[in-house]
Nanobody, 125 residues
Framework: QVQLVESGGGLVQPGGSLRLSCSAS????????VGWFRQAPQKVREFVAS????????EYSHSAKGRFTISRDNAKKMSYLQMNALAPEDTAVYYC??????????????????WGQGTQVTVSS
């Protein structure tokens, strides 16, 4: 079993930055891919970014590419999502998740077995 806890969300002005953290407990972290998803009010959950078990490979959604950076520290069982140039449309609850495999190419929610409770990100002036 794995438990995930996200942190780092909050209120930020447009153009600002936030760094989300995901802390994992349990055994299933180092050998598995990690993904970040988000869900805005009245919208379906969407893929944001993912990283392979080693950190060597990453994937981003079109909206995240060039602004967000996903990373991980296996020794600390942590994953991070650095978000820059935030815009109001980035407002959502952000979730981290552990994939069923080791790669970074998992973009569907059903490819992930463990989820955190989410952290709210609000971008507003």
């Amino acid at each position: 079993q794995v438990q995930l806890v996200e942190s780092g969300g909050g209120l930020v002005q447009p153009g600002g930055s936030l760094r989300l953290s995901c802390s994992a407990s349990g055994n299933s972290f180092e050998g598995y891919g990690v993904g970040w998803f988000r869900q805005a009010p009245q919208k379906v959950r969407e893929f944001v970014a993912s990283i392979s078990y080693s950190g060597a490979s990453t994937e981003y959604s079109h909206s995240a590419k060039g602004r967000f950076t996903i990373s991980r520290d296996n020794a600390k069982k942590m994953s991070y999502l650095q978000m820059n140039a935030l815009a109001p449309e980035d407002t959502a609850v952000y979730y981290c998740a552990i994939a069923r495999g080791s790669g970074s190419y998992y973009r569907r929610g059903e490819d992930y077995d463990y989820w955190g409770q989410g952290t709210q990100v609000t971008v507003s002036s």
